[in-house]
């Protein structure tokens, strides 16, 4: 399985990027769908992730109230809306899915966000 993550850029604060993680396919062990992002000198932090086969997602306080995350079945991918941008925000984001939250089996080359005051 193959994920390709889009979307990235550079924003204003208080500006939204919409990203994207295209799947070659679905299977069981792409049940979980999470989005990671790694700063240089930050902890990696899973932002938001979706339970693909019931649609339940969890945003992390970070992201509460500006980022969601959703899917589309019929593309097969999963999007990660961020709204109300911050300098913090910027990261490299990362796409991964397993079959168990936190246990990620296929992984994205990652997507650029450098959000500027």
């Known amino acids: 399985v193959q994920l390709v993550e889009s979307g990235g850029g550079s924003v204003q604060a208080g500006g939204s990027l919409r990203l994207s993680c295209e799947a070659s396919?679905?299977?069981?062990?792409?049940?979980?769908v999470g989005w990671i992002r790694q700063a240089p000198g930050k902890e990696r932090e899973r932002v938001a992730h979706?339970?693909?086969?019931?649609?339940?997602?969890y945003t992390a306080d970070s992201g509460k109230g500006r980022f969601t995350i959703s899917q589309n079945n019929a593309k097969n991918t999963i999007y990660l809306q961020m709204d109300s941008l911050k300098p913090e925000d910027t990261a490299m984001y990362y796409c991964m899915a397993g079959r168990w939250l936190d246990e990620w089996k296929y992984w994205g080359q990652g997507t650029q966000v450098t959000v500027s005051s």
């Open positions: 979706i339970y693909r086969p019931s649609g339940n997602s």
């Open positions: 396919a679905y299977v069981s062990d792409t049940n979980y």
